[in-house]
């Protein structure tokens, strides 16, 4: 049977929230708690996080693997709002916390402004969790999964920081008319960023693309503005 | 004339961010600039914040001085968007920024997450930074100003906070029914709070109120979930 583990949500002591010294011990106690990687204690794991672009609810994949493409593609037919986005970049060795096991997924919703909490979307996550841990249940009790394909998946293409002068500093921001546009399609010709001298940027390559992350805060010192992905139908 | 200054943003330096080195050295800054207090170098202060609540615009009065009133009631006329709300309690000094002058006001705009930017907020904003401008130079220039009362102002009451147990931890968050209702009417038997047991808890006070700041992030910590305000409809 698939095995699981939840880790309760702590609240970080303020003074441990920017030197790191938090989110290292936690690190370790998790990896204690259901690790060392590749060989895990449990064999899924699901990682919730939050974002403050406008992901609705968002599977990220850990892997191809068959069980859990098709959890996707179950919680995906439960609601339009509920995407799959797949980060995988072949070669690259995946660090999160999802990647402990080899089934899981993390779940991410939003928008939510970081270390706050939004009703509707605490009520919607719980729901997909309790879906997530029926569907594992049905599974390690042998029920026939009834097929939810086809599932449409988001894959990662590349990364876009915002407009910014040599020193690194910003000059712009996510575009009016692009903000909160996540999942979809931004076309050749269509705006991307506004300068603060008011002028605006177009997204200029060949190809559609699906932006998502749109303006996560935590992703300004990270050099993203976005992330662009490409879609795929899957049909079984 | 009435006489003003503009105060560039800054970037925080990531280690100043938390140990309140940067905004202590910078309130040192302003004050040597604009102060002191009781006999500042400028007439007008306008002071530019932003919130996670969903406040829109909302002009905060400084004072009750008739010139800042009128300003507030000429911004409100622009766009139904933009709001009067008085954080003034008789008797207990004003430790704002914009308190060091008479004239003048805050300008709080949202919804947006902490430390990041929103094309149409900011566009918005400049506008109403350029009206406050042209308004003043108005007033300089001897010109009649039209008269745009009557003007709502939202009156600070009191703070409620979110439902918490004996060590101060959180309980639950703002009910789904009132998240981003900000300046709408909250009357008795709505929905306020969700616990985490799923426990609705209802305002159960006898007066209509106007909750403002509702959810914003950095007021957690303060022990604030929201504010709640009376309306006055002012005619002249």
Same mark, same amino acid.
């Given at each position: 049977?698939? %095995? ?6 702590? %609240?970080?002591p /303020? @003074?441990?929230?920017c030197?790191g ?7 370790k106690? !998790? ?5 060392? @990687?590749?060989?895990? @204690?449990? *064999?899924?794991?699901l *990682?919730?996080h939050?974002?403050s /672009?406008? $992901?609705? +609810?968002? !599977? ?18 439960? *609601?339009p ?11 690259k060795?995946n660090? +999160?916390?999802?990647?402990?096991s080899? +089934?899981?997924?993390?779940i991410?919703?939003g928008?939510?402004?970081? /270390?706050?909490?939004?009703?509707a979307?605490?009520q919607k996550t719980?729901?997909l ?8 249940e ?14 449409t !998946? ?7 920081d915002y407009?910014r ?6 000059e712009?921001m ?16 269509d705006? $991307? +960023?506004l300068?603060?001298?008011?002028t ?6 060949? /190809?559609?693309v699906?932006?998502?992350f ?5 992703y ?5 503005a976005m992330?662009l992905? @490409?879609?795929?139908?899957?049909r079984?």
């Open positions: 049977p698939v %095995t699981g583990c939840t880790i309760s949500p702590k %609240t970080i /303020a @003074k441990n929230r030197d010294t938090y989110e290292q011990t936690r690190a106690e !998790i990896a204690q708690t259901l690790g060392p @990687k590749g060989n895990s @204690k449990v *064999d899924f794991i *990682d919730l939050s974002t /672009a406008n $992901m609705g +609810f968002t !599977i990220i994949l850990v892997n191809n693997d068959p069980f859990n493409l098709q959890l996707a593609a179950y919680l995906s037919s439960l *609601d709002l509920v995407r799959v986005y797949s980060s995988i970049e072949p070669g060795e660090t +999160f916390l999802r990647s402990l080899n +089934f899981g997924c993390c991410e919703v928008p939510i402004a970081p /270390a706050s909490l939004k009703g979307i605490f719980e729901a969790i309790h879906a997530t841990l029926d569907y594992i049905d599974y390690n009790n042998g029920k026939l999964l009834s097929n939810t394909y086809p599932l !998946i988001y894959h990662y293409l590349k990364v876009v407009p002068n040599e020193a690194g500093e910003l712009g996510i575009h009016p008319q692009l903000q909160g546009r996540d999942y979809q399609e931004l076309n050749p010709g705006p $991307m +960023f300068t603060f001298d008011g605006t940027i177009y997204y200029e390559e060949e /190809a559609t699906w932006p998502v749109i303006n996560e805060v935590a300004y010192e990270k050099g993203v992330c992905t @490409k879609k795929e139908i899957v079984e």
